[in-house]
Nanobody, 122 residues
Framework: VQLQASGGGLVQAGGSLRLSCAASGGILSINGMGWYRQAPGKQRDLVAI???????HYADSVKGRFTISRDNAKNTVSLQMNSLKPEDTAVYFCAATARTGYYYYPYEYEYWGQGTQVTVSS
């Protein structure tokens, strides 16, 4: 399975960005998908996850501002980010797992995209 993320960029605080991630190769094995982010010098943290059936879970820091969605027919997962804050600045990674259910930790995901930079200026 290969994941290709896109949509990062530079935005002012309060602005919006939409990240997309397309999966290819072995896609029938994918169940959970998610977005993680990693700021310089920090660990990779969960942003949001979504099951194949559409159930979602968000980090407290992004609840009410970010929305994760997926299109199983197109094998894509997206992250709509609104009301962005400087502390949202990080490299964002999409991830996928063949496991069913909720998985929160990065080590539980077998497949990773290459990461896309999101920078929010104050």
């Amino acid at each position: 399975v290969q994941l290709q993320a896109s949509g990062g960029g530079l935005v002012q605080a309060g602005g919006s960005l939409r990240l997309s991630c397309a999966a290819s190769g072995g896609i029938l094995s994918i169940n959970g998908m998610g977005w993680y982010r990693q700021a310089p010098g920090k660990q990779r943290d969960l942003v949001a996850i979504i099951t194949r059936g559409g159930n979602t879970h968000y980090a407290d820091s992004v609840k009410g501002r970010f929305t994760i969605s997926r299109d199983n027919a197109k094998n894509t997962v997206s992250l709509q980010m609104n009301s962005l804050k400087p502390e949202d600045t990080a490299v964002y990674f999409c991830a996928a797992t063949a496991r069913t259910g909720y998985y929160y930790y990065p080590y539980e995901y077998e497949y990773w995209g290459q990461g896309t930079q999101v920078t929010v200026s104050s």
